[in-house]
């Protein structure tokens, strides 16, 4: 006996898939984050490991954009649900300004260990400031990844795509976002506790 899906049951089946590749993915990035944590705590016992570096101001600035920006995603995932489009606009769009921001507040901060004599590769490099800029850089890749999936879920989004019925790439966009959020809180505590 044969039995016929519905639109709806192949809709769900699809949007259960997606996000279950997405939370690979995650899963994925955070065993290569755990290895790099790990690999930091052993080289904390090297002779030559910093031991009064402080972190730049600008990490602590960008911190608090990025949660920002996992706030500002939530709420336009929960203004399409409502099918308020101008607020889903605005969110959606100050997601990707408070994303920018960070990127920026990023650069900024390495100019700030650079400015204080510390350097990431050459002579003058010390492991330490290596390791803050590999984890740093790493953590920036993933996330132009969310930069451009927000880019594409602002476009869909312009082109009437979502919905109260269809929300899907938001919901995606804002799982990613919150995982790159706590991914920097931690990484940002890390650096700060364990350096």
Known sequence: MTTTMTAEEHKERSNRSYKLLLMFAMISMIMMFAGLTSAFI????????????????AFFYSTAVIIGCSVTFHLAKKAIQKDNQNATTGFLLATLVLGILFVVLQFAGFTEIVES??????????IT???????????????????????????????????????????????????LDLLWVFLFLFLFFFK
Do not use: C
């Not at 090297?46 to 101001?57: E, I, T």
């Not at 004599?117 to 010390?126: D, R």
């Open 42 to 57: 052993v080289s904390k016992s090297r002779v030559d490991w910093l031991k009064d570096f402080q972190l730049p101001a």
């Open 117 to 126: 004599g510390y350097y990431f590769t050459g002579p003058q490099s010390s």
């Open 129 to 179: 400031t290596t390791f803050l800029y590999i984890v740093t850089v790493v953590h920036l890749l993933h996330l132009a990844g969310g930069l451009i999936s927000l880019l594409i879920i602002i476009y869909n989004h312009f082109k009437q795509k979502y919905n109260s019925t269809q929300t899907l790439g938001i919901e995606l966009g804002a799982m990613y976002w919150h995982f």
